[in-house]
């Protein structure tokens, strides 16, 4: 496999970092996960608008332009013969010494991975999956915006840990407030009498470009659409539950907090949004 590091292609085997990275050493850096469907790579421009708003969020000052990084993207993609797959892109602060400063950060590091996708089981999305609300929270938008993409996820992982202790594989994050954040690594949205309602950005939740795509469907299908604070008896008393993330696409939730969601099957206007997600993602980014 090729890895794309510090402006080449190298192999796997050879692709390392440095001990005195400042991404390893203090989780100072951000990255996106982005999707390549049938040698389109989904969202591009909204990914990497995404990784410059986090950039600049954290002060990282990326020495290429938006240009260069989407060829470096889809140059990795074609060095690895890929026509779907998933993409970790990772910038970190890169070699410094040891201490916070970023002052003698001079290089940061672009990290291009792109390999197959380990896809969710056929099962999530047939049956739909029942997740719980687990105690640790969303990150406190004041001690660290949640709309940074950045690489301390220790709070999710714990959140995650948490979840599979009690034999789940998804969990409801809230933030600090005591209102539906996200997932661990999914946006959350419910269905209403008809109306789809998602936690606003302001709420603790990542703006998922899943997200994103899912208001835009919703536009097409004259879903009318809130982002708004949620409860977790919102949720309870939802008619459907999704997620939507990269990776996972749009996953229908059939259990919350054993509460049984609508029937306790996948909603149908889940799976209308499938459906409408499954027919853009060839057809909405940039070709190889
Ligand atoms: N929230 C969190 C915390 C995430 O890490 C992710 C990405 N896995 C998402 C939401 C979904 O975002 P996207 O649709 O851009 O993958």
Request: proline share 3%; aromatic share 8%.
């Amino acid at each position: 496999m090729k890895i794309y590091l510090n402006d080449q292609l190298v192999d796997s085997s050879e692709a390392r970092v440095s001990v005195f990275d400042h991404g390893l050493l203090y989780g100072d850096g951000i990255f996106e996960g982005i999707r390549l469907y049938d040698g389109c790579v989904f969202k591009l421009e909204e990914h990497l608008e995404r990784l410059e708003y986090s950039a600049k969020a954290i002060m990282l000052d990326m020495p290429w332009t938006r240009e260069e990084i989407s060829n470096a993207v889809c140059e990795t993609c074609r060095a690895n013969n890929l026509e779907d797959g998933y993409i970790r892109l990772v910038v970190t602060r890169g070699v410094g010494s040891l201490g916070l400063s970023i002052k003698n950060c001079d290089q940061p590091q672009l990290i291009i991975i792109a390999d197959n996708i380990q896809l969710y089981p056929a099962e999530y999305y047939e049956q739909g999956l029942s997740i719980i609300t687990v105690p640790t929270r969303r990150c406190n938008p004041a001690a660290l915006p949640p709309s940074v993409k950045s690489l301390n996820y220790l709070n999710n992982i714990l959140a995650k840990i948490e979840a599979q202790h009690l034999g789940y594989h998804e969990a409801i994050m809230l933030n600090d407030q005591g209102y539906v954040a996200e997932c661990t690594g999914d946006n959350v949205f419910i269905i209403h009498k008809g109306e789809l309602i998602t936690p606003a950005s302001s709420s603790g939740a990542l703006k998922g470009i899943t997200r994103g795509t899912v208001l835009e469907i919703a536009d097409h299908l004259n879903i009318s659409c809130q982002e708004k604070n949620m409860t977790r008896y919102d949720v309870w008393v939802a008619d459907e539950v999704f997620l939507t993330g990269t990776a996972a696409e749009i996953v229908p939730i059939v259990e919350v907090d054993a509460r049984k969601i609508g029937d306790g099957k996948p909603g149908v206007i889940t799976a209308q949004f499938l459906e409408a997600f499954r027919g853009k993602v060839s057809l909405d980014g940039r070709k190889l």
